[in-house]
């Protein structure tokens, strides 16, 4: 029988930077934050207002990068969509999908579609 092993890894699932409306921070100092929190990975959902499908905002950051203490931490890159029903975060997509306006469930209906 084969073991399974399993990993604590510890992380943030919302976090903005600069492209967000309400974040001035830069790539750089999300990634020493989580170095100094000692975070394995840092989710990116930066606020996404889009009229048409588009990429995501810092979909450029999505990888494995080296902390300022030599430590790797993983960020991943999803987006926060404000719909008539509130905010939705979209994991595992793509592009960034229209929102303002629309049905949470129309929103979430593109983000699965992904």
Request: net charge negative; glycine share 10%.
């Amino acid at each position: 029988m084969k073991s399974l092993a399993l990993a604590l890894l510890v992380g943030v699932i919302h976090v903005h930077h600069a492209p967000s409306h309400d974040s001035d921070g830069s790539f750089e100092a999300v990634l020493e934050a989580a170095d100094q929190a000692g975070l394995d990975f840092v989710v990116l959902t930066d606020h996404t207002d889009v009229d048409a499908p588009a990429p995501l905002s810092g979909i450029e950051h999505a990888g494995v990068h080296v902390a300022p203490s030599g430590r790797p931490v993983l960020v991943l890159v999803g987006a926060e969509f404000a719909s008539d029903d509130g905010h939705l975060l979209g994991l595992a997509i793509d592009h960034a999908v229209p929102a303002i306006g629309r049905p949470g469930r129309d929103v979430i209906a593109d983000i699965h579609a992904q």
